[in-house]
């Protein structure tokens, strides 16, 4: 084995619908229709020719980006009313009266406006994809991201072999998906590498040759020109045999709406660190939004870190949402990128560890002893954190290699201490498990889910499931959190 290890330093110069409408003083969640209806839903609410209070929040969209606001200001104490209404029903955004118009003529003010509006698959112009009515062949499959590989994998229940249209992060999460589910899997991208938009060469690499031990074929370089059922033909003339065929092509967000009301869009809605849009009363968030702090194409924190970040400003506090970080979601494929393509290359300072026989890579770039942006692959722990610092905007230690290796703890104290950081990618403490533990989240699963732990590199998750088993064990309750701890410090010796 050769493991290489270089630090260098440089410098450089329709019909109406129904709607949910949640008052989040008492935590009531009431159906309405639009229009008046929908507007009263809501206690305490004027009608829609009432007036708007400020802190009155309304959310146009009803997916997972709108419920997940809705519960983050109920959980922060929100004191106003908040108020969801359904994209397809909403005409259009009155900016000068902060007023939203409805299909059925209703009017809806607001104090403050949340568009969660959500994104839909882009579809590429392949001849062959659609039927003359325009519905997409049998065969044909749209990878759905905010679903996850998971989501794909059900997708494609037609035996034979699948094809994979693009190696993003979403179409190698679902290639690796799909092949541990005993399926064979090929994968067809334009880049030069999985992921060229986000991986320098090297890492770039690195990651095409793991999907190739995994038995994932990798066409690099190549497009589709053309579909027929049950086969691909790509730019060169190569034929692959595809029983289905699954498009993980990227998102289209929803931004008729916003643009039609004057707002800036680009790829999305475009918002600031706050996520705020050109208009002072209108945020955007999710699928929908993008931050014009993002120099290297559409790109956005996870939607829990943007609803926990709009919620808590519009509770009071001065929160950012934190920088996105693109991390793969294979559990033995540690992979975990900060920042932009450009910041990587033009940073003054570099911190490079190759080690290409067991497919360990990170490369950190670095502005004034900070993560500017950076690529890690194979080192879960360094991933974790390096995360960490990027978020927090912390200067990186002086162990620098030792950081990478992943050996220091960032917040080294007692193990049975509340504040002891668990799962550093979303800086999640013991204490906060234990709290969440109480309010009923019993395993693994529900503990991710209420606090976002083992969400990220996935590190932590047998930390968790200590905690889980200390806690259930007949010496339960105080005792079981001091196991916990002890099992902290062991994962953590290890």
């Known amino acids: 084995m050769t493991t290489t290890t270089t630090t260098t330093t440089t410098t450089t110069a329709t019909s109406s619908a129904a709607t949910t409408a949640l008052n989040t003083t008492t935590g009531a969640t009431t159906g309405a229709t639009t229009g008046n209806a929908a507007h009263n839903a809501t206690a305490g609410t004027a009608g829609t020719t009432g007036a708007r209070g400020a802190g009155d929040v309304l959310i146009l969209g009803n997916g997972p980006d709108a419920v997940r606001l809705t519960r983050a200001l109920h959980r922060l104490g929100h004191p106003g009313p908040v108020r969801m209404l359904p994209e397809p029903v909403v005409t259009a955004i009155d900016r000068r009266r902060r007023r939203v118009r409805t299909a059925d003529g209703g009017e809806h003010p607001y104090g403050t406006l949340a568009l969660a509006l959500g994104a839909r698959p882009h579809i590429p112009d392949v001849p062959g994809l659609r039927c003359p009515e325009g519905q997409l062949r049998g065969g044909v499959r749209v990878g759905t991201p905010l679903a996850g590989p998971a989501a794909g994998r059900r997708a494609t229940t037609t035996p034979g072999p699948v094809v994979v249209l693009g190696a993003g992060p979403d179409g190698t999460d679902a290639a690796l998906a799909l092949r541990r589910a005993g399926r ?18 090297t890492a770039g690499e690195l990651l095409a040759g793991a999907l190739a031990e995994r038995g994932i074929r990798v066409h690099a370089g190549a497009t589709a020109v053309e579909f027929t059922p049950g086969k691909l033909t790509l730019d060169d003339g190569r034929i692959l045999e595809a029983a289905t065929l699954l498009l993980c092509t990227g998102t289209v967000p929803h931004t008729r709406l916003a643009a039609e009301a004057g707002l800036p869009v680009g790829h999305g ?37 943007q ?16 920088p996105p970080v693109v991390r793969l979601r294979d559990p033995a494929l540690h992979l975990a990128v900060m920042g932009s393509r450009q910041a990587l290359e033009e940073a003054p300072d570099q911190i490079t560890l190759h080690d290409p026989a067991r497919g360990r890579y990170a490369r950190l770039a670095l502005r004034r002893d900070r993560v500017a942006a950076a690529v890690v692959l194979g080192l879960p722990r360094a991933a974790a954190a390096v995360t960490q610092l990027y978020r927090e905007a912390r200067p990186v230690p002086a162990a620098r290699l030792a950081l990478l290796l992943g050996t220091p703890p960032l917040r080294p104290g007692a193990p049975d201490s509340p504040a002891t950081v668990v799962c550093r990618c979303n800086h999640v403490t013991l204490g906060e498990l234990r709290e969440a533990w109480d309010r009923g989240a019993r395993d693994v699963a529900a503990l991710a889910e209420a606090t976002r732990a083992t969400t990220g590199c996935g590190s932590c998750t047998d930390e968790v499931a200590r905690l889980c088993s200390a806690r259930t064990a007949p010496s339960g309750g105080p005792g079981g959190a001091r196991s916990a701890g002890r099992g902290a410090r062991e994962g953590r010796a290890r």
Do not use: F, K, Y
């Not at 702090?293 to 559409?298: E, L």
């Not at 609803?307 to 934190?322: I, K, M, V």
């Open 184 to 201: 064979q899997v090929t994968v067809v991208h334009p880049g030069a590498h999985p992921m060229s938009r986000r991986l320098d060469r």
């Open 269 to 305: 809605v475009l918002v600031d660190s706050r996520l705020r849009t050109a208009d002072p009363h209108i945020s955007a968030l999710g699928s929908c939004a993008e931050l014009t702090t993002t120099a290297d194409g559409p790109a956005a924190p996870p939607a829990w870190d």
């Open 307 to 322: 609803a926990e970040a709009l919620a808590a400003r519009l509770t009071g506090a001065d929160r950012t949402a934190p």
